[in-house]
């Protein structure tokens, strides 16, 4: 399985700021541990407000191949409440 990118959900039609960090395996015991995990993205983005999906810039998204037993986490948020 190959993964290409990621979308998300954010009230704003206007820029929000996003950070996207990711780890391998699971996040559980992780959460609050920033250590462990890389950030991938630190962007403004324009949102595509309610009910439509807004793309994380491919740019900062390297498609990712996962083998049958692999596991990666990924944590998205912004710097305001719109998400």
């Known amino acids: 399985m190959k993964i290409t990118g990621m979308d998300f959900h954010t009230s704003s039609d206007d820029n929000v700021d996003i950070y996207l960090y ?3 395996g699971s996040y559980i015991g992780y959460k609050k541990d920033i250590s462990s ?8 983005v324009r949102g595509n407000g ?3 999906r807004t793309p994380v810039p491919s740019e900062y998204f390297a498609p990712i191949d996962l083998k ?7 944590y998205l948020t912004l710097t305001s ?3």
Not at 37 to 44: A, D, L
Not at 68 to 74: C, F, P, V
Request: charged content about 30%; glycine content about 0%.
């Open 37 to 44: 995990w890389n950030e991938i993205c630190n962007s403004s």
């Open 68 to 74: 049958l037993d692999d596991e990666i986490s990924y």
């Open 22 to 24: 990711a780890k391998k």
């Open 50 to 52: 309610n009910y439509a």
């Open 81 to 83: 409440l719109e998400l």
